[in-house]
């Protein structure tokens, strides 16, 4: 198996996104499968026999809003999606579809990293549709970006509910288009992306066999996780069984940076000690910095090359010095690697809402997801992670949004529409249903052991 989807398939790993330096906002983690930032030179290559010739790409001519019988709602945009039909074993042994639902990035960033799907597809003879999601890489409503994400109006249409029905549509479309009406799918995701398959399973049952949704947070809303569960004491656990030290280093250094930071010239001497590119204007900037380093050392954590570790050699490495920020530094650099300047990548503004067609667009994409519906409390921190404890206000959450958009947040809308404390219940009563389908699928008799 393609070692960074084992590693997603293995370990909680949930979102990253929006990051406003104000003191009533929190960024809320989103995963991407590629790698951001000092961490992509870690990444796993490509798959090593991916083949672009075995992958067609098509468009869809989709609805632009699935719930409503207004004018507007009428109108169409091009939706992406590519097709693999090299393992299929066609209609006529209702062979399955392996569905991959796409998520907060485009579809070209991800499919030849997505190794899970090809390196299945032959034991189930499968065909593999990969779908787009609304709004990411080509599928713009609205003919561009700049028009798409102008305002609120126009970002509307941009939800999950919207994105799960335009898999319906196409999903269908193709299931026609190939006579393969009897082909059982099962919808394929991660994090963001599994929460997706995971909510298609139940909301089109009669589309979607089953779904495979890794490391997908769908528990993580209405404080269904408390937060000495959540995603701060996992990352916080990666580093402790590392080394105790590092992970004491690290707790401690939180205190010291905005002792510092409170001294006259503090800033400027934080930010010659940790060789920022640009000069510090709050310790804020610098705390995120090194607290996102650690969060995705531990979110990527491969086992061939181990960045938690190299994280904490680089700290207990510095035994010269008692001085636990040069600690910090030392192991900024074992990660980072020797270079003229380090933690450029602070957010440099809450704006969102995209300048130019050159905005990171899932950067852009997820902010906008996170305040309208995707409200995870992750940066609820309690007193038992190696992390500056915060606590998650709702209402000063929405606030702010509303701020930047005009609208406010929905943070139960969530629960309310897919389900929440019950959800595991009705999901062990349709997986028994499943399993029963899926044993006939072919290639099972020769795995199910």
Known sequence: MNPLIGSVLQCLVLIISRFALTSGSLHIPRLSPIRPGMFRSHQSKALSAFDATEYETFYYNQTLDHFNFRPDSFSTFQQKYVINSKYWGGSNISAPIFAYLGAETSLDSVISYTG????????????????????????????????????????????????????AEILIHVKTQLNAEHSPVIVIGASYGGMLASWFRLKYPHIALGALASSAPILYFDDIIPPENGYFSIVTKDFREASETCYQTIKQSWSEIDALASMPDGLSNLSKMFHTCSPLSAASYLKYSLQSMYMKAAQFDDPSTNPVNMICNGIDGASSTNDTLAKIFAGLVAIAGNNSCYLNDAPSSTNALPSSTNDDETSVGWSWQACSEMVIPVFAIGNNTMFQPSSFDPQSYSNNCKAQYGVPSRPNWVTTYYGGHGIAKYIRQSGRSLYKQWVSLPGYSSIKS
């Open 116 to 167: 899970f799907l090809p390196e299945n597809a032959n034991q189930f003879q499968a065909l593999l549709i990969y779908i787009e999601h609304r709004y990411y890489g080509e599928s713009i409503p609205f003919g561009s970006r700049t028009e798409a994400f102008q305002n609120a109006s126009t970002l509307g249409y941009f939800n999950s509910a919207q994105a799960l029905a335009d898999y």
